[in-house]
């Protein structure tokens, strides 16, 4: 059966490495996959990136009023054709997008996870989607309080803060100082404040925010 699986973690924990892995096991065992991510994320435009240097195109992205059921199934038919039109119907079985992956799914809304469960279930095919759990005020991003609601399996990607302790939390900094105020959303290093992003234990956040959570 089908699954939508969320896989999350504090920021440098290796979530889009994770995701493109994934994507070349299906892919050497000659199955098909489609990549995806929210439009808000504009780092890197189309592409997912990892911090260790791999990257790769996205095959569409999900703008905040997009069907996400929708796109997927222009995008599965565009790949069955395709394939279609290099493999004769009578020499193999039929091709089908084996899975879908959504990098960044924090940034999906409440809908569109909604759809990525009526992808697994009504489509049959399996979603897997990383992304992070809370933002720089320890808030749940909307789609990841959806992804916690819905998602078949949950799985943490560890990271480490720099005191060594598991980094929970995602502390924004504004021209290298910390700033606990502020948008949910500020691309890291697209600002002329040069927005960025520190990955740190409950002690080491509390100890900048002076103990403020929220």
């Known amino acids: 059966m089908a699954k939508l699986y969320f896989r999350y973690g504090a920021m440098n924990s290796g979530k889009s490495t ?4 994934a994507a070349y096991n299906y892919e050497e065992r000659g199955q ?3 990549l995806a991510k929210p439009g808000i994320d504009t780092k890197d435009a189309d592409r997912i990136s990892s911090r260790l240097g791999m990257t790769r195109d996205a095959d569409f992205l999900i703008r905040p009023d997009d069907d996400v059921r929708a796109l997927f199934a222009a995008h599965r038919a565009r790949v069955r054709r395709d394939a279609e039109a290099l493999i004769p119907a009578d020499d193999a079985a039929p091709v ?3 899975c879908l992956l959504i990098d960044e799914a924090q940034f999906l809304t409440r ?8 992808i697994v279930v009504l489509d049959g095919v ?11 005020q320890t808030r749940a991003f909307p789609g990841s309080r ?8 949950l799985e943490e990607l560890k990271t480490i803060c720099r005191c060594g302790r ?8 504004v021209g290298g100082r910390f700033v606990f105020d502020g ?18 234990c409950a002690q080491c956040y509390l100890r900048e925010s002076g103990g403020r959570l929220g």
Request: hydrophobic share 50%; charged share 25%; no cysteine.
């Open 166 to 173: 598991k980094a929970l939390f995602n502390a924004r900094l």
């Open 32 to 34: 098909h996959v489609l």
């Open 146 to 153: 959806r992804l916690l609601e819905l998602a078949h399996s």
């Open 126 to 136: 399996p979603v897997l989607a990383y992304g992070i759990r809370t933002d720089f």
């Open 183 to 200: 948008d949910q959303v500020a691309i890291d290093e697209l600002s002329a404040d040069r927005v960025t992003y520190e990955s740190m």
């Open 18 to 21: 994770a995701l493109l892995q």
């Open 96 to 98: 089908d997008v084996a």
């Open 111 to 118: 809908d569109q996870v909604d759809d990525l469960l009526r």
